[in-house]
Every structure is written in structure tokens, then in C-alpha cells.
């Protein structure tokens, strides 16, 4: 019979008959190192948005002071210097809720064409098969690849010269409509669908613009709200094809009337710094919103679902 040693405590807690061997509390050490890691992770996410918010307060701030202070105090004003007469100037010489009214038709006409051309040559070159559907696909891409400041001759004599839309919402749309970027994303969503689901539909009777509307429109809700923000950021800052093909003032977006205003009458307001950023804070408002609007939609849905394939 083996004899078992056992290892005794007394009172004062020394150990007896034995060596006791002191472990530390794993488990412990562990959840307070993920307690720190999460802490520090809180902390650089805080630090970032921070940095990046910074701008958007510094503007906004700039817009209501009554006296410009580009100074790193200017960032913390006193209550009694924030003033909204910057606003009232730069609405004074620019129509700012026309503007905003254009570059709403503006944006909003370019983003239902896309939306529309987007999901019948993304199923198309997704679920089609036809002779040169590879070529047209590269051809597609190929286009990624081209500035538009290299289109923009041509197109400004075939748009304006040939079929006389200058000064029109149809003019500033046109060659926007086609976004390769937002075909490529329908594309890539449509092929990541099971195929059985369309060749069901198919042995049903449905043509391929049934399936299009009734099978594939309604699952592609992610890829949808992939391409709205991916065309709205593009016509709304955009500035360049506005200014050449609008000359009257009524016509143009925000953003060309904001220029327009800070080459030829700022110089003369009263402010003309927190006038500007007053302009800019009107063109950046729509932006936000839109994000706030949608931010729920990114957390119930995955987004890059519209990227597999």
C-alpha cells in the first residue's frame, strides 16, 4: 500500500508537510487584460473621431464668429462673437436655397440613373449569357481607369454644340448617368445569388426583366444602398462640368455658386472667411444627414455582400 503525503495549512498559513506551489489566477489575469485592451482600443477609436470631427466643428464655428480668428483660439470663441450675420451675407448674394434646390435635381437625377442603367447592365453582364459579355466587362472597367477631365472637350461640344443643353438639369445629368463603379458592385451582387433562384423563375415564364424586378431587385437592398452612396458624394461636391455647362446663376449647384461667390464677391463682405465657411456648412449639411439617415441601414445590413463573388 503507497503512502499518500498531504500537505497541511496551519492557522497562520504556513504550509505543512509539504511545499505548496503558488499559481496566479489565470482567468483573472486574463479578463483584466482584455478589460485594458478594450479600453485602449475605446481610446484610439475616441482619439480618431476626434481628429476627424475637428473640422466640421472648426467650420462651423468659423461660419458663426462675428470676427474671423484663424488662430488656434478661434476653435473655442467666445458665446458672445457667434453671430449667424454670416450667413444672412452670403444668402444676400447667393441664392442659397435655389442652389441647394439645383444641386439636389442635380444629384438626385444622377443617382436614379445609375440606379436604373446600373441594375440592367449589372444583371445583364451578371445572368446574360451573350456573345462579348467578357469584353464588355473589361471595356467597363477599362473606363475606371480614364479622368473625366479627359472627356470633358468632347463632351462639352456634343452636349452643348450638338444638342443644345447648356443651362439644363438634362445637360449637367447626361454624363454622369453611367457609373461604372456602381454596374460593377450590381454586377458582383447579382453573380453572388444562387443561380437557382433565376433559373426557377425562368421555368416558371418570367422574363429576364420579371426576374430583374421581382426576384433580383428585391434582394439586393445592400448593394442598392452600396451604389446611392457610392454616386451621391461624386455630382454633389462636383464643380468642374457644372461651372462650364450652366452659365446662368440660377442654374448652378451650390457648390459652383459658392466659387463663383468667392472669386468675385467675397472680397468685398464684411467677413468674407466666416461668409465662406457659412457657404460651406449650407453644402455640407445635406451630406451629414443623408449619412445619419442610412447609418442604421450599414448595421442591419452587410455591405459587402454587394462585393462577393
Given at each position: 500500500m503507497s503512502a499518500t503525503s498531504v500537505n497541511r495549512s496551519d492557522p497562520s498559513g504556513e504550509t505543512v508537510g509539504g511545499t505548496a506551489?503558488?499559481?496566479?489566477?489565470?482567468?483573472?489575469?486574463?479578463?483584466?487584460?482584455?478589460?485594458?485592451?478594450?479600453?485602449?482600443?475605446?481610446?484610439?477609436?475616441?482619439?480618431?473621431?476626434?481628429?476627424?470631427?475637428?473640422?466640421?466643428?472648426?467650420?462651423?464655428?468659423?461660419?458663426?464668429?462675428?470676427?474671423?480668428?484663424?488662430?488656434?483660439?478661434?476653435?473655442?470663441?467666445?458665446?458672445?462673437?457667434?453671430?449667424?450675420?454670416?450667413?444672412?451675407?452670403?444668402?444676400?448674394?447667393?441664392?442659397?436655397?435655389?442652389?441647394?434646390?439645383?444641386?439636389?435635381?442635380?444629384?438626385?437625377?444622377?443617382?436614379?440613373?445609375?440606379?436604373?442603367?446600373g441594375l440592367l447592365a449589372g444583371y445583364s453582364l451578371a445572368r446574360l449569357e451573350f456573345r462579348g459579355r467578357a469584353l464588355v466587362f473589361g471595356g467597363m472597367l477599362l473606363t475606371l481607369i480614364l479622368p473625366f477631365q479627359l472627356l470633358l472637350i468632347p463632351l462639352y461640344v456634343m452636349i452643348v454644340r450638338t444638342y443644345g443643353l447648356a443651362d439644363t438639369y438634362l445637360g449637367m445629368i447626361v454624363p454622369f448617368a453611367v457609373n461604372a463603379t456602381a454596374v460593377f458592385i450590381f454586377r458582383q451582387f447579382f453573380r453572388s445569388l444562387p443561380a437557382e433562384l433565376f433559373d426557377a423563375a425562368r421555368i416558371d415564364g418570367a422574363s429576364e426583366l420579371q426576374i430583374l424586378m421581382r426576384v433580383a431587385i428585391p434582394m439586393s437592398k445592400p448593394a442598392i444602398l452600396t451604389a446611392v452612396l457610392v454616386s451621391f458624394i461624386g455630382p454633389w461636391n462636383e464643380f468642374l462640368w457644372p461651372f462650364l455647362i450652366t452659365k446662368e446663376a440660377a442654374m448652378q449647384p451650390l457648390a459652383v455658386s459658392l466659387a463663383n461667390y468667392i472669386t468675385t464677391v467675397a472680397a468685398s463682405a464684411a467677413n468674407p472667411f466666416g461668409a465662406i465657411l457659412a457657404g460651406a456648412t449650407v453644402l455640407a449639411i445635406p451630406a451629414v444627414v443623408i449619412f445619419l439617415a442610412f447609418q442604421r441601414y450599414f448595421l442591419q445590413t452587410d455591405i459587402g455582400a454587394s462585393l462577393k463573388g
Open positions: 506551489a503558488t499559481t496566479p489566477n489565470a482567468p483573472s489575469a486574463t479578463r483584466e487584460g482584455s478589460r485594458l485592451r478594450r479600453v485602449a482600443g475605446f481610446l484610439a477609436l475616441l482619439a480618431g473621431a476626434i481628429v476627424f470631427l475637428f473640422p466640421f466643428y472648426y467650420m462651423i464655428v468659423g461660419a458663426m464668429q462675428r470676427e474671423p480668428d484663424p488662430t488656434v483660439s478661434g476653435a473655442f470663441p467666445d458665446p458672445s462673437n457667434l453671430t449667424l450675420a454670416n450667413l444672412e451675407a452670403i444668402n444676400g448674394r447667393v441664392d442659397l436655397l435655389g442652389s441647394l434646390l439645383n444641386s439636389a435635381i442635380f444629384t438626385g437625377g444622377v443617382i436614379l440613373l445609375t440606379l436604373v442603367l
